[in-house]
T-cell receptor, first 111, second 115 residues
Framework: DAGITQSPRYKITETGRQVTLMCHQT?????MFWYRQDLGHGLRLIYY???????DKGEVPDGYVVSRSKTENFPLTLESATRSQTSVYFC??????????FGDGTRLSIL | AQSVTQLGSHVSVSEGALVLLRCNYS??????LFWYVQYPNQGLQLLLK??????LVKGINGFEAEFKKSETSFHLTKPSAHMSDAAEYFC?????????????FGPGTRLSVLP
């Protein structure tokens, strides 16, 4: 089915470890986004991408790395996880000048 | 810079009562405005959007919102609440020139519907 999928849905890891969250969309949307959702903060943009090989920082990019070698994939990597990065992460995608469509999220716990 | 405020982090209504969720925005350019709903353990789903044209916008599940430029508001309403409306609601603003990358969300309002 067409849509946007995130994996894994749940992840527990330890501080200092590298972890990668995956995002895949089947619409060929040009734009893709990564947000984190924390109580009291709503959604905050981490990184976004306007097309393959084009990425840019959002509001809270520190500690995160992204890549987009293919239009349909937009992985998010925490190179050395910290407890402050415990959060729910959402990937989204959209056409230019169209609303964003969201995945179901990845709940990440860093011990 | 754009910003969104949502008055009330938690709103409770009785089943069948009017739902009113408040959203005010700040934008230096004409805004695009959105309401999203989030059910537990799910991502956000678009309820409705205002881009241009008619200021009263109808969305899914019986919700509607009115863009009031003079009040910089985009409040969400539904005449009669249903138990299935219990969820978290997010207002968001984007500007017309940077629609794709400049999407700012409010902190959210949790709606509880009492039997």
């Amino acid at each position: 089915d067409a849509g946007i999928t995130q994996s894994p849905r749940y992840k527990i890891t330890e501080t200092g470890r590298q972890v990668t969250l995956m995002c895949h969309q089947t619409w060929s949307h040009s734009y893709m986004f990564w947000y984190r959702q924390d109580l009291g903060h709503g959604l905050r943009l981490i990184y976004y991408s306007a097309a393959a090989d084009i990425t840019d920082k959002g509001e809270v990019p520190d500690g995160y790395v992204v890549s987009r070698s293919k239009t349909e994939n937009f992985p998010l990597t925490l190179e050395s996880a910290t407890r402050s990065q415990t959060s729910v992460y959402f990937c989204a995608s959209s056409w230019v000048n169209q609303p964003q469509h969201f995945g179901d999220g990845t709940r990440l716990s860093i011990l | 810079a754009q910003s969104v405020t949502q008055l009330g982090s938690h709103v409770s209504v009785s089943e069948g009562a009017l739902v009113l969720l408040r959203c005010n925005y700040s934008s230096s350019v004409p805004p695009y405005l959105f309401w999203y709903v989030q059910y537990p353990n799910q991502g956000l789903q678009l309820l409705l959007k205002y881009t241009t044209g008619a200021t009263l916008v109808k969305g899914i599940n019986g919700f509607e919102a009115e863009f009031k430029k003079s009040e910089t508001s985009f409040h969400l309403t539904k005449p009669s609440a249903h138990m299935s409306d219990a969820a978290e609601y997010f207002c968001a603003v984007s500007d017309q020139d940077n629609y794709g990358q400049n999407f700012v969300f409010g902190p959210g309002t949790r709606l509880s519907v009492l039997p």
